[in-house]
Every structure is written in structure tokens, then in C-alpha cells.
């Protein structure tokens, strides 16, 4: 049989129970934003903000900059007359000197299909180029090529016209990955020469060429320098 009389209320809660609870509900999400902010903004305050990472980010000579296959420290840059070869005078060029350490397990050149592939100058136009020259030294010997884990000191250079007289100079690292291509499974490190994503951008003053003066014979009564004789 069913009971159709009045439900009774529930009971009455102590005085000042809901409310405390309710109040204490309102005060848990503020604390937890309070901390929450606390906490994030020393570190937006050490990474930067919410500021994007730059695409190029400025780099000062003298750090070594990790580019994936390869540890490069940049050192300087400088004016300098290269030997052309085969007998030809020697021409200006803008040498950017670094020191190099190749991190991987396989031999690789300095110039193509190597370290030259991720180094490149900014132009006056605004283009990246790569080096036209690159030479080495390695345990005192000269080296077109970086052997795994020996440092080589390396000279990368851009041929300069007889009027050119830069101040400065831009020069751009690119990152290499060790990956696969698209119709390959075979894995190896790999350098993207279009991309304008650099490890680091580098300003480098640029020390003109400086020219010594040519010995002069020497004047007295002591003994005089000899003319050398070509043999016939």
C-alpha cells in the first residue's frame, strides 16, 4: 500500500556547516591558481616569457655551438690572400676561422657533402652562400677532411673583389639530423642548405689585411747579401 503523506525534510545541517564548506570550496581554485602563477611565471621569467624562439638566434664568437654532426667554436674574421694554384697570384679572400670536431663515427670532408654544407654568408642582398674554399689543419698537418673526435682548425673563406672592404660579417650554422630520406630507410646525418633555421647568427668584425714591409738590405761595412745564382 502506498503512503501518500508528506515527505518530511531532511535533517537540518549544525549551523554553519554548508556555508563553511562553500566558502571553503571558493577559496581551493583561487590557492591553486596563486600557485599555479608563482610557480610558472619565474620560469616564463628564465626561458624568455611567451616570446617565440628566435629562427636565428645571435650567437657571440668564441662559444661552441652544437650543429648536431658537428661542434663548431667560430673565432674570428679576417682579409687574407690565398695562393689560387697552378701558378696563378694570389687572391683576397674573406676567411672565417673556426675550430671544428666532428661528432660522428664516420670521416667526413670539410668542403662538399660535409662541414661547408651547413656554413654560410649573409650578402649585402640578404642571401645565404656557401664557402667557395675550405682548408684545415689537423695534429699540424693540412686536412681536407675531419676524422671523428680530433679537433681540426679550419679556415672557410669567400673570394673578395679587388675593391671589397667589408667591416663586418654575417655568418650562419645550420643544424644537422640524423635521419633518412623519403625512398630510403638508410639512416645518415643530413643538412638542409635551403633552410633559413640557423643554430647561430654571428657578427664578426673583420680584420683588414695588413701588408709588412719588405726586408731591406742592410748598410755598413760588415758582410753583404750575395745575389743568388739559378743554375743554368
Given at each position: 500500500?502506498?503512503s501518500?503523506?508528506?515527505?518530511p525534510?531532511?535533517?537540518?545541517?549544525?549551523a554553519?556547516?554548508?556555508?563553511?564548506?562553500?566558502?571553503?570550496?571558493?577559496?581551493?581554485?583561487?590557492?591553486?591558481?596563486?600557485?599555479?602563477?608563482a610557480?610558472?611565471?619565474?620560469?616564463?621569467?628564465?626561458?624568455?616569457?611567451?616570446?617565440?624562439?628566435?629562427?636565428?638566434?645571435?650567437?657571440?664568437?668564441?662559444?661552441?655551438?652544437?650543429?648536431?654532426?658537428f661542434?663548431?667554436?667560430?673565432?674570428d674574421?679576417?682579409?687574407?690572400?690565398?695562393?689560387?694554384?697552378?701558378?696563378?697570384?694570389?687572391?683576397?679572400?674573406?676567411?672565417?676561422?673556426?675550430?671544428?670536431?666532428?661528432k660522428?663515427?664516420?670521416?667526413?670532408?670539410?668542403?662538399?657533402g660535409?662541414?661547408?654544407?651547413?656554413v654560410?654568408?649573409?650578402?649585402?642582398?640578404?642571401?645565404?652562400?656557401?664557402?667557395?674554399?675550405v682548408?684545415?689543419v689537423?695534429?699540424?698537418?693540412?686536412?681536407?677532411?675531419?676524422?671523428?673526435?680530433?679537433?681540426?682548425?679550419?679556415?672557410v673563406?669567400?673570394?673578395?673583389?679587388?675593391?671589397?672592404?667589408?667591416?663586418?660579417?654575417?655568418?650562419?650554422?645550420?643544424?644537422?639530423t640524423?635521419?633518412h630520406?623519403?625512398?630510403?630507410?638508410?639512416?645518415?646525418?643530413?643538412?638542409?642548405?635551403?633552410?633559413?633555421?640557423?643554430?647561430?647568427?654571428?657578427?664578426?668584425?673583420?680584420?683588414?689585411?695588413?701588408?709588412?714591409?719588405?726586408?731591406?738590405?742592410?748598410?755598413?761595412?760588415g758582410?753583404?747579401?750575395?745575389?743568388?745564382?739559378?743554375?743554368?
Amino acid at each position: 500500500m502506498y503512503s501518500y503523506a508528506p515527505v518530511p525534510p531532511p535533517p537540518a545541517e549544525p549551523a554553519g556547516g554548508r556555508p563553511q564548506r562553500a566558502s571553503a570550496r571558493r577559496w581551493v581554485v583561487p590557492l591553486c591558481v596563486l600557485c599555479a602563477v608563482a610557480v610558472l611565471v619565474p620560469v616564463l621569467w628564465v626561458t624568455g616569457g611567451f616570446a617565440e624562439t628566435p629562427k636565428q638566434p645571435s650567437q657571440p664568437a668564441g662559444k661552441a655551438l652544437d650543429l648536431g654532426l658537428f661542434t663548431v667554436t667560430v673565432r674570428d674574421a679576417r682579409v687574407g690572400l690565398v695562393d689560387g694554384g697552378f701558378g696563378s697570384k694570389k687572391e683576397r679572400f674573406l676567411i672565417v676561422r673556426m675550430r671544428v670536431v666532428n661528432k660522428g663515427k664516420e670521416t667526413k670532408s670539410l668542403h662538399i657533402g660535409g662541414l661547408a654544407d651547413g656554413v654560410a654568408a649573409l650578402t649585402k642582398d640578404g642571401k645565404w652562400v656557401k664557402p667557395e674554399e675550405v682548408e684545415g689543419v689537423a695534429g699540424g698537418a693540412e686536412t681536407i677532411v675531419a676524422q671523428p673526435e680530433l679537433p681540426v682548425e679550419v679556415s672557410v673563406m669567400w673570394k673578395l673583389g679587388p675593391a671589397d672592404a667589408p667591416r663586418k660579417l654575417t655568418v650562419g650554422l645550420r643544424k644537422w639530423t640524423y635521419d633518412h630520406g623519403f625512398t630510403d630507410h638508410a639512416y645518415s646525418w643530413k643538412v638542409d642548405r635551403e633552410s633559413d633555421k640557423l643554430v647561430g647568427r654571428l657578427t664578426l668584425p673583420v680584420a683588414e689585411l695588413s701588408v709588412g714591409p719588405e726586408p731591406q738590405p742592410s748598410i755598413g761595412n760588415g758582410p753583404q747579401p750575395q745575389p743568388a745564382v739559378s743554375p743554368r
